[in-house]
T-cell receptor, first 115, second 116 residues
Framework: AQSVTQLGSHVSVSEGALVLLRCNYS??????LFWYVQYPNQGLQLLLK??????LVKGINGFEAEFKKSETSFHLTKPSAHMSDAAEYFC?????????????FGKGTTLSVSS | SAVISQKPSRDICQRGTSLTIQCQVD?????MFWYRQQPGQSLTLIAT?????????ESGFVIDKFPISRPNLTFSTLTVSNMSPEDSSIYLC?????????????FGPGTRLTVL
């Protein structure tokens, strides 16, 4: 079965520091992978996605992620954290099931940014 | 992308009652999904609602508790029946836009439900 695992439920960085949020996937077929962000009391916003093609994917707000098949990873990075990046981040994989396809989410990582 | 609205945005309900959540999309979509996000938790898929067919429920979710309607390609409802405090969650509607290398799910703002 396809699944994602997010390592670290809580990550804290200083403003201007590198952000690294880890995601590993399990899939027997080429996966479609996604990162979403959820700000407090809001819905989910798509940050970026990998479907096919280039393995380094750039998203909104300066985030990017690299699909590494050999490591079964899709880690999210940002060179310099901003206070506004504080939020909950979810990694997800698109799975195929009886009704079609749907996203299955990791447990999420809370990013805190201090000044 | 897709613009998704949900009603109500939040509600406080008494145990034993039912609440129907509406989801409206700005354009036609084939696949719609309902997710639950319990406090401090990730999202769990409740069911997939394709227009013209019965909803498909994930393990742990049943139609009697979470009946779903999908009358057309832009609208769906989820009812939370005979509520208990354990049903207190955020319920999110989601739609899929599929295309060549552009398969993506978009989410509504969610309905925050508190059951007393």
């Amino acid at each position: 079965a396809q699944s994602v695992t997010q390592l670290g439920s809580h990550v804290s960085v200083s403003e201007g520091a590198l952000v690294l949020l880890r995601c590993n996937y399990s899939s027997s077929v080429p996966p479609y992978l996604f990162w979403y962000v959820q700000y407090p009391n809001q819905g989910l916003q798509l940050l970026l996605k990998y479907t096919t093609g280039a393995t380094l994917v750039k998203g909104i707000n300066g985030f990017e992620a690299e699909f590494k098949k050999s490591e079964t990873s899709f880690h999210l990075t940002k060179p310099s954290a901003h206070m506004s990046d504080a939020a909950e981040y979810f990694c997800a994989v698109m799975v195929t099931h009886q009704a079609g396809t749907a996203l299955i989410f990791g447990k999420g990582t809370t990013l805190s940014v201090s000044s | 992308s897709a613009v998704i609205s949900q009603k109500p945005s939040r509600d406080i309900c008494q145990r034993g009652t039912s609440l129907t959540i509406q989801c409206q999309v700005d354009s036609q979509v084939t696949m719609m999904f309902w997710y639950r996000q319990q406090p401090g938790q990730s999202l769990t898929l409740i069911a997939t609602a394709n227009q013209g067919s019965e909803a498909t429920y994930e393990s742990g979710f049943v139609i009697d508790k979470f009946p779903i309607s999908r009358p057309n390609l832009t609208f769906s409802t989820l009812t939370v029946s005979n509520m208990s405090p354990e049903d207190s969650s955020i319920y999110l509607c989601s739609v899929r836009r599929a295309g060549k290398s552009t398969d993506t799910q978009y989410f509504g703002p969610g309905t925050r439900l508190t059951v007393l």
